[in-house]
């Protein structure tokens, strides 16, 4: 026993001195600037803001980085996940102390998650491009679909991928990594998408046939972060993902892998974030949302990659819409559908695979 | 009237040990079962329907038997021939050997699966040297990933088993069998695998039961191969899922199926029943020439394949990485990085969580002890026949079953540690209560008589007299449990919050978020862990009283 706790004293301690390690470089990188019109007063909000998000980490370290600068006395505390299992956390658990939900909410859901939100429109509502009529989403995000390659893989395989189409090569059979739709909401969009580029009219038959022949090719993940990961591992060669995260990771440096637009077509939809129903920390979750909305945040998201929500974010080093062929999407069709859809693609999933 | 007051004392404890039961256990699966056959306040058996309507449903079944079964055979040919090894013969390190082996089944679950996905995923290191030899196609993903890594994991489980029953078996009857012409392998399957045959049933019961409840492993390499406890996880939490309806009504099929399993597995011992008693141990051989060269290879070969998961973990873990980008040369940098997603909270919430439930269930196992083998009324059988019920239900259906109940009043205790110790200490009743109960009936009452006589109370008696000498078998129970506690994640990753995260969720959380280096970093904490705790254990025991 004495051993024991001689142990794990020493483990605490050489974690202690790495943490005040950590903290130092952080404290480091930044210095003074001006305050943001938008932000109240730093003694003002305090205590601890939990955050549960879809976000990854590139992006929740813009995020982290600064609301630290902005609030340095509200201490954050994050809980990543898919936005289906976040939303069963709180349903489920009364002690959740979640504010505030970033990420994973997108204009075309309808009331689905109203239950455990309260409305909120953020002090930067005027500068905002997409408003959502119920009141409850802030926007800070449009997402478009891509398809991450790892262009060594499919230089072994000998082919190329320039959209949806050539996927149906019989070299990439179990090379392509997709995510669940019913699992992920990247692979709901991803759906969206296909139905929307590949069929006579969205979510017919020819669209579906697509699916079909898809997914005898593909494997399939609960995770979105699984499809940009294991293709940039060289696990699979192409994998369908959303943009902004994997041209995150692609802008830091050091990945292996590519994204490329489908020739096909892509659709844009705008994402964003909620304040929870009785949230602990409203003061700050409030804060939250308005610094989501702020020319601020999305600047700092645009220079690593990200399309902002804000009419003033300065346009990101990615392709510009005009460029991507865009589709529109009818948001009523999907709200009322999507169950229709899920069950159509897991019967499918089950026929190709069975 | 002295007397009357301390079987009181008795019956009390078997009521509070019932009110127990009903509260944490009873109520929990009854609102399963309502959860399941209710929905919007009329019966209905609409979602057993759709279960069996749709073969993306029930086929998760099949494939879930599928595994559970193959990993069963392999786990027992491999793991029979390891046991009759190291048992009869005289090995090179027997010690390091089972500690090794004891190492492999008690990892945390799915560490081992993500590291298999780095050495012989598609790009994985194994594959990538087999492909440079011209060997392609090998892949960890699907069926026989899953086979695999769960064996590998669940084979010591039958090593410890069968070490157990070999060294039960009376050297008198080999000599006989061996007096009439029957030698060697034909002796091995006549003989010793039928005197051994309730105990090979059992380590089968059990390895199918701990694979068909597993969940991470087809959960990391599964890739489009479901199994049950997996769709219950993505019923519930999927984002489309949140079904509790749904997950409810699977979570029942899975208990049917598994408690048939349970009950096929009591008809076959029965047919095994015979009582032996090794009144002159068996002799451990020396082993020599060729075939000792082989039986030496053999287990250090199938215990280093196992253990190198775990290794490659923890080397994993001082790579450099950029949260999920892998870049080159070695650092601390995920350590730090763990540091900022609450490992100190997580270490401390595992230490907190495994004593607390250890205290709850050496407790109640002892108790339970006592009165099923001192005072076999219908109260004690109950409470015995209650205590096994979550031997069969998979870690997933557990944590449902008290999310259902527990998240409403009038006991709103979700996401509270107290839920967590609630959920481990029903998962593990079953296997500490049964050692206690074993434990418990070699000790002759008599001892206690003599006390009694001598003007001890019964409460007395059992305290001074009984605990301490249960106390070797219990210590020894305990600390595997502990182990297991840790390593345990089924029912928490359904149940946990930030307050209430613990190492091994911890890792699968980073995991999930392709955080992969810091993922390595919690399971390299977890695996510290655990060797501190069965450094604890050999402390305590004596390799031959290992039990699971």
């Known amino acids: 026993m004495k051993k024991l706790v001689s142990v794990l004293l020493l483990i605490s301690a050489v974690c202690g001195f790495a943490f005040a390690g950590g903290n130092k470089d952080a404290a480091a990188g930044k210095s003074g600037g001006a305050r943001p019109s938008w932000a109240k007063s730093a003694d003002e909000i305090t205590g601890t803001l939990t955050v549960y998000t879809t976000m990854e980490e590139t992006q929740q370290d813009i995020l982290l980085n600064l609301w630290n600068e902005v609030y340095p006395k509200c201490k954050v505390e994050i809980v990543a996940d898919s936005v289906g299992t976040l939303a069963t956390k709180i349903r489920s658990d009364a002690t959740s102390g979640a504010d505030v939900v970033i990420g994973g909410m997108f204009a075309a859901d309808g009331d689905k998650y109203h239950d455990i939100l309260q409305p909120y429109t953020s002090t930067l509502d005027k500068e905002q491009a997409y408003h959502d009529p119920s009141g409850y989403y802030t926007f800070y995000d449009v997402q478009v679909m891509c398809l991450v390659i790892n262009p060594n893989v499919l230089k072994d395989l000998g082919v190329s991928v320039k959209g949806y189409k050539d996927l149906l090569q019989p070299q990439l059979k179990g090379k392509i990594i997709l995510a669940d739709p019913s699992a992920s909401s990247s692979g709901w969009r991803q759906l969206q998408t296909i139905l929307a580029t590949m069929g006579n009219k969205f979510d017919d038959e020819k669209g579906w046939d697509y699916i079909k022949q898809l997914m005898a090719s593909s494997f399939k993940t609960n995770s979105s972060k699984d499809v940009y990961n294991l293709v940039n591992e060289g696990e699979y060669a192409v994998g369908l993902s959303y943009e902004s995260t994997p041209a995150g990771i692609i802008a830091q440096g050091g990945a292996t892998m590519k994204i490329v637009y489908m020739n096909e077509g892509n659709t844009a939809m705008p994402g964003g974030a909620a304040i929870v129903k009785n949230a602990p920390n409203l003061k700050a979750a409030k804060a939250m949302i308005d610094m989501l909305s702020s020319v601020e945040f999305q600047n700092q998201r645009a220079d690593l990659a990200g399309r902002g929500s804000n009419k003033n974010c300065k346009a990101s080093n990615l392709p510009a819409d005009k460029t991507l062929n865009l589709k529109p999407l009818d948001y009523d069709y999907l709200g009322k559908n999507k169950k229709a859809m899920m069950d159509h693609w897991n019967e499918l999933w089950a026929k190709v695979k069975s | 009237m002295n007397n009357s007051k301390k079987l009181e004392f008795w019956n009390v404890t078997s009521f509070a040990i019932l009110g127990l039961f009903v509260i944490f256990l009873i109520y929990p699966i009854g609102g399963l079962l309502k959860e399941a056959v209710y929905t919007s306040g009329k019966f209905s058996m609409d979602a057993f329907t759709r279960f069996f309507s749709k073969s993306y449903y029930y086929t998760t079944i099949y494939?879930?038997?599928?595994?559970?079964?193959?990993?069963?055979?392999?786990?027992?040919?491999?793991?029979?021939?390891?046991?009759?090894?190291?048992?009869?013969?005289?090995?090179?390190?027997?010690?390091?050997?089972?500690?090794?082996?004891?190492l492999c089944t008690m990892s945390a679950p799915f560490i081992g699966a993500y590291a298999w996905i780095l050495l012989m995923g598609n790009n994985g290191l194994v594959t990538r040297f087999l492909r440079t030899f011209g060997i392609g196609h090998v892949t960890i993903y699907g069926f026989g990933g899953i086979v695999l890594v769960q064996t590998l994991k669940l084979f010591p489980l039958v090593v410890i088993y069968m070490d157990g029953a070999f060294r039960d078996i009376d050297r008198s009857l080999m000599e006989a069998a061996e007096s009439m012409g029957c030698k060697g392998m034909n002796r091995f399957f006549r003989v010793i695998m039928t005197l051994t045959m309730p105990t090979i049933l059992a380590a089968a019961?059990?390895?199918?039961?701990?694979?068909?409840?597993?969940?991470?492993?087809p959960l990391l390499i599964g890739r489009g191969y479901t199994t049950c406890p997996v769709l219950i996880y993505n019923e519930y939490l999927g984002e489309n899922g949140s079904d509790y309806h749904f997950a409810a009504a699977i979570s029942i099929i899975v208990v049917i199926m598994t408690a048939v399993i349970f009950l096929i597995q009591k008809t076959a011992t029965g047919m095994f029943k015979f009582s032996m008693s090794a009144m002159h141990p068996i002799?451990?051989?020396?082993?020599?020439?060729?075939?000792?060269?082989?039986?030496?290879?053999?287990?250090?070969?199938?215990?280093?394949?196992?253990?190198?998961?775990?290794?490659?973990?923890?080397?994993?873990?001082?790579?450099?990485?950029?949260?999920?980008?892998?870049?080159?040369?070695?650092?601390?940098?995920?350590?730090?990085?763990?540091?900022?997603?609450?490992?100190?909270?997580?270490?401390?919430?595992?230490?907190?969580?495994?004593?607390?439930?250890?205290?709850?269930?050496?407790?109640?196992?002892?108790?339970?002890?006592?009165?099923?083998?001192?005072?076999?009324?219908?109260?004690?059988?109950?409470i015995d026949t209650i205590s096994m019920m979550p031997y069969i239900m998979p870690g997933a259906v557990i944590g449902i079953a008290l999310v259902i109940v527990f998240s409403k009043k009038p006991f709103c205790i979700a996401g509270t540690l107290g839920i967590m110790v609630v959920a481990l200490a029903i998962r593990r009743l079953p296997f500490t209560s049964r050692s206690a109960t074993a434990t418990m009936m070699k000790i002759s009452p008599s001892i206690e008589e003599a006390a009694i006589s001598l003007g001890a109370s019964k409460i007395k008696s059992f305290a001074r007299i009984t605990v301490p000498m249960m106390s070797s078998g219990i210590i020894s129970g305990a600390v595997l449990s502990w182990v297991s506690i840790i390593t345990e994640m089924s029912s928490g990753v359904i149940l946990y919050n930030n307050k209430t995260i613990t190492l091994t969720i911890g890792t699968y959380v980073e995991i999930n978020n392709g955080v992969y280096g810091v993922a390595a970093a919690f399971a390299t904490v977890t695996t510290i862990l655990t060797v501190i705790c069965l450094l604890v254990y050999l402390k305590f025991t004596k390799l031959e009283d290992v039990e699971v």
Request: hydrophobic share 55%; net charge positive.
């Open chain 2, 63 to 102: 494939n879930s038997f599928k595994i559970a079964l193959t990993v069963m055979a392999c786990c027992l040919v491999l793991g029979i021939p390891f046991a009759y090894f190291y048992t009869f013969y005289n090995l090179a390190g027997r010690k390091f050997l089972f500690v090794l082996c004891l």
């Open chain 2, 205 to 217: 019961l059990l390895v199918f039961m701990r694979s068909f409840a597993d969940f991470g492993t």
């Open chain 2, 283 to 382: 002799e451990v051989k020396k082993c020599r020439g060729i075939s000792g060269v082989l039986m030496h290879f053999y287990c250090y070969f199938l215990v280093g394949i196992s253990m190198l998961p775990q290794v490659y973990i923890i080397f994993m873990s001082f790579r450099r990485y950029n949260n999920s980008i892998l870049l080159k040369g070695y650092s601390f940098v995920n350590y730090q990085k763990a540091l900022t997603k609450n490992l100190l909270r997580a270490t401390n919430n595992t230490l907190i969580i495994s004593i607390l439930t250890l205290a709850i269930i050496i407790l109640l196992a002892v108790l339970i002890a006592y009165l099923v083998v001192r005072r076999g009324n219908l109260v004690s059988q109950a």
